[in-house]
Nanobody, 124 residues
């Protein structure tokens, strides 16, 4: 299971930290990705991390503003989002796939396990 949390309403330029708590899987074997879907738009990848070797990939939209990290002791992956923009408004989901696929393919593989999503709303 994946449990996403930390969403909310924030003004443009503000920050939020999303959390993805994993249970029922061997954490170190999996990579965790963050995805988002805005109303009327396709889901897009934001960032991912391998809990095996720490490999990280970012989508262009996230580079320089977002940071993904992993706490193995807590089986939790975080997405720190800074300098948020109205176009970041979306439901954010975390998902898991075997680490080797994240290491090789970043956000491209088909992720197997998905959390329920957390709403992020950025006001202008």
């Amino acid at each position: 299971q994946l449990q996403a949390s930390g969403g909310g309403l924030v003004q443009a330029g503000g920050s939020l930290r999303l959390s993805c708590a994993a249970s029922g899987l061997t954490f170190d074997r999996y990579g965790i990705g963050w995805f988002r879907q805005a109303p009327g738009k396709e889901r897009e990848g934001v960032a991912c991390i391998s809990n095996n070797d720490g490999t990280i990939h970012y989508a262009d939209s996230a580079k320089g503003r977002f940071a993904i990290s992993s706490d193995r002791a807590k089986n939790t992956v975080y997405l720190q989002m800074n300098n948020l923009k109205p176009e970041d408004t979306a439901v954010y989901y975390c998902a898991a796939v075997l680490s080797k696929f994240v290491e090789a393919m970043g956000l491209e593989p088909t992720f197997d396990y998905w959390g329920q999503g957390t709403q992020v709303t950025v006001s202008s």
